[in-house]
Structures are given as C-alpha cells and as structure tokens.
C-alpha cells in the first residue's frame, strides 16, 4: 500500500461546511471531519464525502474534495427507508475508497461496517457525545438504534474517542479496544485583547442537555456585564420559551445563528465562554475560545480535567460556584490573561491540526498492515 490512501467521510450534516453556504444543521463532529478534510487533502490523500440532501447535485468536486449524495431526505416512508440502504451500499461501491469513516451511530453506520468487512475495506467508527458510553443514554437510544450501535462498534477496525473516560467506557460496554484522538483545531494568529468588560458567551446548538437555561439565568444574576448566546433553533417549543424568557433581561443578546466565521471574530475580543452542559464528549467551542487566548467556565463537562489541570478557566460543578467562578473572572483582567494564556498553550501542544493528523494517518497506515478480520 503506497503511502496515500483513498478514504470516504460519510456525514449527512458536513455539506454546509464543506459547501460554506448557510445552513443551520452543521455542528462540532462536522466541523472535525471538515478541518480534517483539508489536512489531509493538503497531504495529496483522496478524499470524498457522502452528505445529505440540501437540494445541491448529485455529485460535486469542490476544491478537490469529492461530494456525493447519499443520504435519503429525513421524512422517508417505509419504501423508500428499504431502498435507501440498498443504494447507499450501491455508492460505498462505486467510490471504492481504502478507508470509510463514520462519527457518532446512524442507522446506516451498521451497513458501512458491514460493508467494509466483506469488501475487506477499513472502517474507522469515531465517537461523539460521553451519552453514548453511559447506560442511561444508551437505554435513551431505543433498541434497534442501540444494537446498531453496538454492532457498528465491533465491525470498525479503529475505533476512535475523545477522551480517556470513553476508552473506559468503549472497552467495559463493547469489550472494543478504542484510540484516543483527540480534536483538532486551527490555531490564528490573533489573540484576545483584554479590556475592562468582558462578553460572556455562549455558543452552541439550543438543546436541553446543553441547559442555555442556566446561562439566561447567569446573565439574570450578574447584571452589569454583557452576556451573548448564539445557538441555532433544534426543538423550536424549547427554542421559542428560551427566546420569550431572555426577551426581558436588558444585558442579554440572542443570536440566533452566526456563521463559524462571524463567531470567530467575536472570540478576538475580551470572552468568557461558559458551558452548562450535562455532557458533552469534548466540545470545539472550548478549543475555538482558548486558541484566541480566552478562559473558560464549566457548570459539569471536563473533559480528562483539562481545565482544572492545566489552569485553563474554571470547572464549577455546582450553580453557586458558578456564579462565584464567573463573578471572579470578569473583576480580574490578569486572572483572564493567564487562564487564556494557558488555553492558547493547551491547543497547540495538545490539538494542533499538524500533530492530530499526523496521529491519525499513522494509525490508518499501521491498519493498512494489519490483516482484515
């Protein structure tokens, strides 16, 4: 096997990405697999995706990257939810990669296994959220989902997490042997300025497990600092009761969506990002806010205690602390430098996009001398 390889990303929501056209669907898995795309196009590897439906043609080459569409629309009947496999694999075929990877379970995760093991073609399966690896989320799954996800996991010849608590996880629920590979993020040149009044920030998809509730309610308590939150509408009754409650709080902005572009720019000036989240597996925002120097402050996800360890903001862990955390860091401008500082050293150490790849063409390569099981 030459040293370049062909692989396939298969991932419904990554056209917007990789199309930069408006759509609100894209989120932090699609972004990974977006800044991977380009490192490895960079390195003369051939790349393709299979993306869903966003009413674009059925194949497209957009600087070289390969796009194919594979993904039936979401409001499928029960004909065309059989056809749609059959297909799919019927395209798997025709693009005839080395290599096919897959983030977090689909149903159609199982077929690109299966495929794989009889095609004797390497499947890579890469996690998402730490739900996945606990019981209650994998019950929340429903029955069929979760075989599938099972099965998906033992069919990969890589399996790949985040963290260290989903290495745990994937070999005590699966008995599967996974790669930590950790996210990657761009470093820019610019770097946070500090002034006087800080923004407090939160950016993410307006979900309940994210809990953007308590960040109304922070902004609510601490009235004499800005407060911005920038999330796209996914279950729009939730959506729509959030809206109404922030509608009355004078220091708070509602963005509802802003191109990955436009978010950047805000991370140049003087941030706190807070997280409220019940889990999370590890998030990008984290990585965005501390490579253009900024801190950051956690109701409940740190991921392997980045935070903690390496001083790169505050893991609260209860709402009271979180107040007193916040209150802290927006009154000392030093305390903001340094955490942010510290961020910035963090990512390029750790999730440079150099160093990430490198990791992961290493481990598609030594799979390349591994025989296909």
């Given at each position: 096997?030459?040293?370049?390889?062909?692989?396939?990303?298969?991932?419904?929501?990554?056209?917007?990405?990789?199309?930069?056209?408006?759509?609100?669907?894209?989120?932090?898995?699609?972004?990974?697999?977006?800044?991977?795309?380009?490192?490895?196009?960079?390195?003369?590897?051939?790349?393709?995706?299979?993306v869903g439906d966003y009413g674009q043609d059925g194949y497209t080459v957009i600087d070289d990257l390969e796009i194919y569409k594979g993904f039936f629309s979401y409001n499928k009947g029960l004909i065309s939810k059989f056809l749609e496999p059959i297909y799919f694999w019927r395209l798997l075929s025709k693009i005839n990669a080395d290599v096919y990877y897959r983030r977090t379970p689909h149903d159609l995760t199982f077929i690109i296994g299966l495929f794989c093991k009889l095609k004797r073609k390497k499947f890579i399966f890469a996690a998402g959220s730490d739900t996945h690896f606990q019981k209650e989320g994998l019950s929340n799954m429903g029955l069929v989902s979760r075989i599938n996800y099972r099965l998906s996991s033992k069919l990969s010849h890589i399996f790949i997490v985040q963290n260290s608590f989903q290495k745990e996880k994937a070999k005590e629920l699966f008995g599967k042997e996974a790669v930590v590979i950790?996210?990657?993020?761009?470093?820019?040149?610019?770097?946070?300025?500090?002034k006087d009044n800080p923004l407090v920030l939160f950016v993410g998809s307006i979900l309940e497990y994210k809990q953007p509730e308590i960040f109304i309610e922070l902004a609510n308590t601490i009235k004499d600092t800005k407060f911005y939150i920038i999330g796209p509408c996914n279950e729009k009754g939730y959506y729509n009761s959030l809206k109404e409650k922030a509608s009355g709080i004078q220091n708070l902005t509602f963005c509802d969506f802003l191109l990955r572009e436009k978010i950047l720019e805000l991370y140049k000036k003087d941030i706190i990002l807070v997280n409220a989240s019940k889990f999370e597996g590890f998030p990008n925002t984290f990585l965005e806010a501390w490579s253009y120097g900024n801190p950051v402050v956690s109701l409940n996800v740190d991921p392997d205690e980045v935070i903690c360890k390496y001083k790169l903001g505050y893991h609260s862990k209860s709402y009271s602390k979180m107040i007193e955390d916040l209150t802290k860091i927006i009154e000392n401008k030093?305390?903001?430098?340094?955490?942010?500082?510290?961020?910035?050293?963090?990512?390029?150490?750790?999730?440079?996009?150099?160093?990430?790849v490198d990791e992961f063409e290493e481990l598609i390569q030594n799979s390349f001398k591994e025989p296909n099981k």
């Open positions: 096997m030459s040293k370049n390889f062909k692989i396939c990303f298969i991932s419904r929501q990554a056209y917007p990405y990789l199309s930069k056209e408006n759509h609100y669907s894209a989120g932090g898995s699609e972004l990974q697999e977006t800044l991977l795309t380009k490192e490895l196009l960079k390195r003369e590897n051939k790349v393709s995706f299979i950790k996210n990657l993020m761009d470093i820019p040149k610019e770097i946070s300025s500090k030093n305390l903001r430098k340094e955490f942010g500082l510290n961020g910035r050293k963090y990512v390029k150490d750790n999730h440079s996009i150099e160093k990430i």
